[in-house]
Nanobody, 122 residues
């Protein structure tokens, strides 16, 4: 059974940093593009970043470009989201997701994690 497990969310002050991790132990990891999404209270889930299967190409939402960095370690079945210069508007539940498709950027995702809360205080 495939599980995506996000970790290392938390509470941070504005201007601070967090590094999220998403482990996928049951996945043939290198066959999936890996994405991060977020959902703030009362808002729809939105795309944050995605990294291609090999790790050589990334894509970011304009709202996080220059502040967030997505990376992956295929040998560890893990994808990361380094978040710097955090703002209160980044407060949300962050989800990782896996896409087996061949479109770029991915149009749909096959598996989703349960999410991890990130709260940025002003």
């Amino acid at each position: 059974q495939v599980q995506l497990v996000e970790s290392w969310g938390g509470l941070v002050q504005a201007g601070g940093s967090l590094r999220l991790s998403c482990a996928a132990p049951g996945l043939t990891f290198s066959r999936y593009d890996m994405g991060w999404f977020r959902q703030a209270p009362g808002k729809e889930r939105e795309f944050v970043a995605v990294i291609i299967k090999s790790g050589g190409t990334t894509w970011y939402a304009d709202s996080v470009k220059g502040r967030f960095t997505i990376s992956r370690e295929n040998a560890k079945n893990t994808v990361y989201l380094q978040m710097n210069s955090l703002e209160p508007g980044d407060t949300a539940v962050y989800y990782c997701a896996a896409s087996s498709g061949w479109n770029w950027p991915p149009r749909s995702y096959d598996y989703w994690g349960q999410g991890t809360q990130v709260t940025v205080s002003s």
